[in-house]
C-alpha cells in the first residue's frame, strides 16, 4: 500500500520505518526541512507536500495536542484511510466520527524505539464506526502486529495508570531522592526506571497531565492514598488495605525478583 | 567463632543460615518454639536458653521497634561482641553507647533472601565508639562480606530514600492502579515492582513510616512534589524541574532500557 505519513518527530520516523518494514511503499512529510531532513537521514523516504492525493492511507503522527484538529482538518480530504496514532483516543476519536471521509482508523502504537519490526507487537485499536471493517484496514496496514481492541475510553484509563502514572512516579522519585544518600537495595530499580522515564521528553507527560482526566484523576488517587498512609494513625493498617490477595507471596516474589533479574531484598 | 543468633525471624535465620556457610559455629535462639522450630528445618543449630555464655558473638536481629531495648538489656552482660543488625541505626546506636560491654557492632546486611553466600554482598558498618576496630570485628564475622562504613544518620536517611520511599511507591503504585485498565509499557517493571514490594511483609514499611523522622520526610517531600506537579498551571516547568542534568540522554536511555532488559517505550 502507499502511505503518507504525517509528521516526522520520533513517533512519525518510527512508524514510518516500521510500515516499510513490512512492505509498504511509505513516504513521509513534515513541515519542518529539519525534522524532514532528520528522518531522511534515518531511512525515511520524504516528500515536499503533504498532499494526500493517490496515498492508499495517511497516517498522522502529529503531536498530541494538534490531533483533534488536524483531524478534523485533513480526514474529510483524505480520499482512502486516515490513521490517527495519537496517545490520547477520546477527544480525537469524537472528531473522527464527525469529520467524515472513506475510513477513519483510530490506533496508538503501545512500543517505542525498541521495536525492531511489527511483528508480535502490541497495538492498541479503538474503534470508529465499524470495528470489524477498522479492524481488517489496521491489520493489512500494520503487519504481524498484535492489534488490540479496546473503546476510546478504557483506552485513555489505561493510558492514565500504565503511562502518565508510571512517569510521573518516575519524576517524583528523582524529585525526592537525588541528592540523597543511597544503599544498594530494591530502589535500584526504581532509580534506573526512573532514569529511563527522566531521559525522555517530559512533553509527553505534561500532556497527558493538562490534557487527560483520567490522568489528573490517577494522580489525585495517588494523593490521597499518599496522604493516608501519612496521616494513618498505624501505616500498617493502610499499607494492608493497599495490598493485592496474594494467596501465593512466596511465588509471586521469587517470580517478582527473577522477572527483575535481582535477588530478594532484606527483611 | 561461636556465635549465638537471637531472634530466628527472616533476618535472623538468613544471617545464621550465612554465618554458618563462612565457617563459624553457629547456634540460634527464638523465644517462640515455632520460629526455633522453622529455623531448625530450615538447616540452623537452636538452642532453648539466651544464655550468652561461652560465644564470642551474640547477634540480635530482633525486630525493629525492639531493638534499642534488647540492647539496653543485653549488651552489658555480654562477654565478647554485640551485633546489632537492624534497619534504622541512630537510636540503637545512641543506645549501643550507653550500654558498656567490651566491643558493640551495628550493622546493617543490605540483602536478603536472595544471597546464596557473604561473598561480596554489601553490608553497612555505623561505628560506635572506634570504626577502626568494629570494622576488623565485623569483616572476621562476615567473612567476605564487602563492609560499607557511614554514619548513622547517613544510614538512616539513605533508607528513608532506598527502601521506605520506594515501597510506599510500590504499594501506591498497586493501590492507585489495580482494577484499572492497563496496557503493556514502561509500567509492566513498575507493576512486577509493585508485586515484589507487596509480597513482602508490609511491617517492615510500616515501622520505617513510624519510626523513621527521615522516612517520613521523604514522604512529605513527596507529596509536596506532587502536589506542586498538580497545582502548576504548566505541568511542563515542574516536570522538568524535576529531572536531572542528562547531558547524554540518548545513552541513558539505552542503558537505562537495556538494564531493565527491555525494550524503550514508546513516543
Chains 1, 2 share one sequence.
Not at 180 to 205: C, F, G, M, W
Not at 237 to 248: N, P, T, V, Y
Request: aromatic share 4%.
Amino acid at each position: 500500500m502507499r502511505v503518507l505519513v504525517l509528521g516526522l518527530g520520533r513517533m512519525g520516523s518510527a512508524i514510518a520505518s516500521l510500515l516499510a518494514s513490512v512492505g509498504h511503499e511509505v513516504r513521509g512529510y513534515d513541515p519542518s526541512p529539519e525534522a524532514r531532513a532528520r528522518a531522511s537521514a534515518a531511512g525515511v523516504s520524504t516528500v515536499g507536500s503533504p498532499d494526500p492525493a493517490g496515498y492508499g492511507a495517511v497516517v498522522a503522527a502529529v503531536p498530541l495536542w494538534l490531533s483533534a484538529e488536524v483531524a478534523r482538518e485533513l480526514c474529510p480530504r483524505i480520499p482512502g484511510m486516515y490513521v490517527d496514532v495519537s496517545t490520547l483516543k477520546v477527544e480525537v476519536n469524537a472528531e473522527l466520527r464527525r469529520c467524515g471521509g472513506p475510513l477513519r482508523v483510530s490506533v496508538h502504537p503501545l512500543f517505542g524505539r525498541g521495536a525492531g519490526g511489527l511483528a508480535g507487537w502490541p497495538i492498541a485499536l479503538t474503534p470508529i464506526e465499524d470495528a470489524e471493517r477498522e479492524l481488517r484496514a489496521a491489520s493489512e496496514l500494520f503487519r504481524g502486529a498484535e492489534l488490540i481492541v479496546m473503546d476510546e475510553s478504557t483506552h485513555d484509563e489505561a493510558v492514565a495508570y500504565s503511562v502518565a502514572l508510571p512517569h510521573v512516579l518516575g519524576y517524583l522519585f528523582r524529585a525526592v531522592s537525588r541528592d540523597r544518600p543511597s544503599i544498594p537495595t530494591v530502589s535500584r530499580r526504581l532509580q534506573e526506571l526512573a532514569a529511563a522515564v527522566e531521559a525522555e521528553d517530559p512533553e509527553l507527560t505534561s500532556h497527558l497531565i493538562s490534557r487527560s482526566p483520567q490522568a489528573r484523576r490517577a494522580l489525585e488517587e495517588l494523593r490521597s492514598a499518599l496522604s493516608e498512609i501519612l496521616s494513618a494513625p498505624d501505616p500498617l493498617a493502610a499499607l494492608s488495605s493497599m495490598r493485592g490477595d496474594w494467596r501465593e507471596r512466596g511465588a509471586l516474589y521469587e517470580a517478582a525478583y527473577r522477572a527483575l533479574g535481582c535477588s530478594a531484598p532484606g527483611p
